[in-house]
T-cell receptor
Framework: DAKTTQPNSMESNEEEPVHLPCNHS???????IHWYRQLPSQGPEYVIH???SNVNNRMASLAIAEDRKSSTLILHRATLRDAAVYYC?????????????FGKGTLLTVNP | DAGITQSPRHKVTETGTPVTLRCHQT?????MYWYRQDPGHGLRLIHY???????DKGEVSDGYSVSRSKTEDFLLTLESATSSQTSVYFC??????????????FGSGTRLTVV
């Protein structure tokens, strides 16, 4: 499986935008980029996913580099409730794509 | 999430006793999963199911068994609990499919302590 690399931790201030980077230099053409987050004492929750184009939903935006070797999860206005571990995960279109493999993720701290 | 519930939420058990954790879904999703989460290891897949009576091992399946006799229920059994199985256990569901455009939904977790 293609690997992802994320910073261990990041810090932001409340109501400011947050850009969470993810490197996936060995991504294949059929790998989808998925993001999940895990709030303290909760199970992970799905945030967003994309293949080639940038994506927006009510929770966040996903910006994908043109060569697809990196992506950025964007929280437009961080709140204290956004403090969580954020996971960037690649899922392939074929084979065992139904299995989700988690890395260490990025711990986001939001300062009031 | 209302579509998936885990029981019990907390359990303390003694070494050597059998333990069964239950995951129940109301979404009629095909795939169900059991993960464990430990400090320093993150989330690791124990077993998963791709249909009724269809299950397979994940990366840390030793000491665990699973059963799925109905679409909505996925049971995780520790045949003889050990202290190394003290962990937080998460169940998840997904629709699966190709391409993988559906997200997983996770339960709230079961905190198991083996003493």
């Amino acid at each position: 499986d293609a690997k992802t690399t994320q910073p261990n931790s990041m810090e932001s201030n409340e109501e400011e935008p947050v850009h969470l980077p993810c490197n996936h230099s060995t991504i294949s053409g059929t790998d989808y980029i998925h993001w999940y987050r895990q709030l303290p004492s909760q199970g992970p929750e799905y945030v967003i996913h994309g293949l080639t184009s940038n994506v927006n939903n009510r929770m966040a935006s996903l910006a994908i580099a043109e060569d697809r070797k990196s992506s950025t999860l964007i929280l437009h206005r961080a709140t204290l409730r956004d403090a969580a571990v954020y996971y960037c995960i690649l899922r392939n279109s074929g084979g065992s794509n139904y299995k989700l493999t988690f890395g260490k993720g990025t711990l986001l701290t939001v300062n009031p | 999430d209302a579509g998936i519930t885990q029981s019990p939420r907390h359990k303390v058990t003694e070494t050597g006793t059998p333990v069964t954790l239950r995951c129940h879904q109301t979404e009629n999703h095909r795939y169900m999963y059991w993960y464990r989460q430990d400090p320093g290891h993150g989330l690791r897949l124990i077993h998963y199911s791709y249909g009724v009576k269809d299950t397979d091992k994940g990366e840390v399946s030793d000491g665990y068994s699973v059963s799925r006799s109905k679409t909505e229920d996925f049971l995780l059994t520790l045949e003889s609990a050990t202290s190394s199985q003290t962990s937080v256990y998460f169940c998840a569901i997904s629709e699966g499919g190709t391409p993988p455009v559906y997200g997983y939904t996770f339960g709230s977790g079961t905190r198991l302590t083996v003493v």
